[in-house]
């Protein structure tokens, strides 16, 4: 019996990539359907575009072609968590529709796979976008890595092949922030990269903005590490001597400056250390609550069996 691959796409306002990307793909999914029970999953993240009716033709001349349409935009991450959450099969492929990541490459992810590797992936050595962007990304992923409390592969893509019990370990995470490239990290397992350069979208306008990738940056250290919960304690001994210094200078002068530095050490230490204790205390709570990061839209899916 075949295993069954499921290649995952998650897809938001796509309407002029999805007919170009499936294009490219058809050829992929023949030669993969000599060995294996093939198809593709679109997570349609509330797309307000005529996305959801070119998957439904495609889907209609393709039974092997599905569509998740999530209740609202909850952002990239959580579309790829509703993928992987809700997919049926043994392996499982995550590819962006706007072929910026070759279709192609998907042969030798399972290829690999083959050879005994649980998570195959693409390492981005390259890409068609300004260099200070590119290497903001890099730095970001290094500075990621030196803070995480566990391993960070560099320079990973999302562009990636999960064996089954890979995908059965990350789904046991359950976090109001998920991050796949930390979540492959953590579970550890067998890995392969391989590098590629990134290509230029083939159609349409990029999601990502400055803002939206600074706050993903944020959001991802956040829950990834937990140095900044750990900081004050690590420099308590520092601000202790720097307040007595401070302390007994007073005693023996007379000075104005003195004693707004003491204020100033006094309030800003416990004013951070407030300050990142709230950030992890809400991050815990709304983790609490156990709400699904997405809500699926049965009436406008076209659903796997």
């Given at each position: 019996?075949?295993?069954?691959?499921?290649?995952?796409?998650?897809?938001?306002?796509?309407?002029?990539?999805?007919?170009?990307?499936?294009?490219?793909?058809?050829?992929?999914?023949?030669?993969?359907?000599?060995?294996?029970?093939?198809?593709?999953?679109?997570?349609?993240?509330?797309?307000?575009?005529?996305?959801?009716?070119?998957?439904?033709?495609?889907?209609?001349?393709?039974?092997?072609?599905?569509?998740?349409?999530?209740?609202?935009?909850?952002?990239?991450?959580?579309?790829?968590?509703?993928?992987?959450?809700?997919?049926?099969?043994?392996?499982?492929?995550?590819?962006?529709?706007?072929?910026?990541?070759?279709?192609?490459?998907?042969?030798?992810?399972?290829?690999?796979?083959?050879?005994?590797?649980?998570?195959?992936?693409?390492?981005?050595?390259?890409?068609?976008?300004?260099?200070?962007?590119?290497?903001g990304r890099k730095?970001?992923?290094?500075?990621?890595?030196?803070?995480?409390?566990?391993?960070?592969?560099?320079?990973?893509?999302?562009?990636?092949?999960?064996?089954?019990?890979?995908?059965?370990?990350?789904?046991?995470?359950?976090?109001?922030?998920?991050?796949?490239?930390?979540?492959?990290?953590?579970?550890?397992?067998?890995?392969?990269?391989i590098a590629y350069?990134?290509?230029?979208?083939?159609?349409?306008?990029?999601?990502?903005?400055?803002?939206?990738?600074?706050h993903f940056a944020?959001?991802?250290?956040?829950?990834?590490?937990?140095?900044?919960?750990?900081?004050?304690?690590?420099?308590?001994?520092?601000?202790?001597?720097?307040?007595?210094?401070?302390?007994?200078?007073?005693?023996?002068?007379?000075?104005?400056?003195?004693?707004?530095?003491?204020?100033?050490?006094?309030?800003?230490?416990?004013?951070?250390?407030?300050?990142?204790?709230?950030?992890?205390?809400?991050?815990?709570?709304?983790?609490?609550?156990?709400?699904?990061?997405?809500?699926?839209?049965?009436?406008?899916?076209?659903?796997?069996?």
């Amino acid at each position: 019996m075949k295993q069954r691959l499921t290649i995952i796409c998650p897809v938001c306002n796509e309407q002029a990539t999805v007919p170009i990307f499936f294009e490219r793909i058809k050829p992929v999914l023949a030669k993969l359907s000599e060995t294996y029970d093939c198809s593709l999953l679109f997570t349609n993240n509330a797309s307000t575009d005529e996305t959801p009716t070119q998957i439904r033709k495609i889907s209609a001349e393709n039974p092997n072609v599905y569509m998740i349409t999530i209740s609202k935009n909850v952002g990239y991450q959580a579309s790829l968590e509703c993928g992987l959450r809700n997919a049926k099969g043994d392996v499982f492929v995550f590819i962006d529709v706007d072929c910026e990541d070759p279709p192609e490459m998907i042969l030798d992810f399972v290829r690999f796979y083959e050879q005994g590797y649980d998570i195959v992936y693409g390492e981005r050595v390259d890409r068609d976008e300004p260099r200070l962007i590119m290497w903001g990304r890099k730095v970001f992923y290094r500075v990621l890595k030196a803070l995480a409390d566990e391993e960070v592969i560099l320079d990973m893509a999302e562009f990636s092949l999960l064996a089954g019990h890979v995908r059965d370990s990350i789904v046991k995470d359950h976090t109001s922030f998920p991050f796949i490239r930390a979540s492959i990290g953590r579970v550890g397992f067998n890995r392969k990269g391989i590098a590629y350069k990134r290509n230029k979208r083939v159609g349409g306008e990029t999601h990502f903005r400055f803002l939206g990738m600074a706050h993903f940056a944020i959001a991802g250290i956040l829950s990834s590490s937990t140095l900044f919960l750990r900081l004050p304690i690590y420099i308590f001994p520092v601000w202790l001597a720097a307040i007595s210094a401070l302390a007994i200078a007073r005693v023996y002068l007379t000075s104005a400056w003195i004693e707004a530095a003491i204020i100033f050490l006094v309030c800003s230490y416990f004013g951070a250390a407030i300050s990142f204790i709230s950030i992890y205390v809400g991050r815990t709570y709304k983790n609490s609550l156990g709400r699904p990061n997405f809500v699926i839209d049965d009436k406008n899916s076209v659903l796997q069996d």
